[in-house]
């Protein structure tokens, strides 16, 4: 079946550590996303990628960092530098360019602080 | 700037009862307009869009009629079900932008009792 991974669901950071949230499709989408969902709000776009070895700032890319080395994977690492990480995150993509362009959404993962 | 109020949650609903999720709109353009739904610990689905004025979204049920003149979106559904228990989500993309572009409103909870 066609779709979009992340793992793991559930993980905790340390104070001052990195920690990496992985996302895979295999959609065969060019562009890849990730948001942040925090309780009773909207989701806010981290970063986002159209095509392999590049990407752009979202809303709210500070303490964060990505890579795009390969069409079907974008990790998302947390930095220590995030100095509120405890959040929901979502990974989507797109079939960017298509006239019924949308997202496809993965299940998420929960991070929180220890 | 774009934006989406959704009304407050929670909602909570007795089985069988009419449901209707207040969705309103500022925006610039000519925005494209979504309904997606989250079922407890997963990814967003897309549950219906619609993409220019007077067009009336629709599936399982569910349907939201683009009203330009209110700057409206609501989501409604005639008998709802233990099984449409999930948060809601109202969301903009201007006709000419990317998925990239996606405004999403706070979200509405639905909890509906058996």
């Known amino acids: 079946d066609g779709g979009i991974t992340q793992s793991p669901k559930y993980l905790f950071r340390k104070e001052g550590q990195n920690v990496t949230l992985s996302c895979e499709q295999n959609l065969n989408h060019d562009a890849m996303y990730w948001y942040r969902q925090d309780p009773g709000q909207g989701l806010r776009l981290i970063y986002y990628?159209?095509?392999?070895?590049?990407?752009q700032k979202g809303d709210i890319a500070e303490g964060y960092s990505v890579s795009r080395e390969k069409k079907e994977s974008f990790p998302l690492t947390v930095t220590s530098a995030q100095k509120n990480p405890t959040a929901f995150y979502l990974c989507?993509?797109?079939?960017?360019?298509?006239?019924?362009?949308?997202?496809?959404f993965g299940s998420g993962t929960q991070l929180s602080v220890l | 700037g774009d934006s989406v109020t959704q009304m407050e949650g929670p909602v909570t609903l007795s089985e069988e009862a009419f449901l209707t999720i207040n969705c309103t709109y500022t925006?610039?353009?000519?925005?494209?307009l979504f309904w997606y739904v989250q079922y407890p610990g997963e990814g967003l689905q897309l549950l219906l869009k619609a993409t220019k004025a007077d067009d009336k979204g629709s599936n399982k049920g569910f349907e939201a009629t683009y009203r330009k003149e209110t700057t409206s979106f609501h989501l409604e559904k005639g008998s709802v079900q233990v099984s449409d228990s999930a948060v809601y989500f109202c969301a903009l993309r201007l006709s000419s932008g990317s998925a990239r572009q996606l405004t999403f409103g706070s979200g509405t909870q639905l909890t509906v009792l058996p």
């Open positions: 989507a993509s797109s079939n960017r360019g298509s006239t019924n362009e949308k997202l496809f």
């Open positions: 925006a610039t353009g000519y925005p494209s």
């Open positions: 990628s159209q095509i392999v070895n590049d990407f």
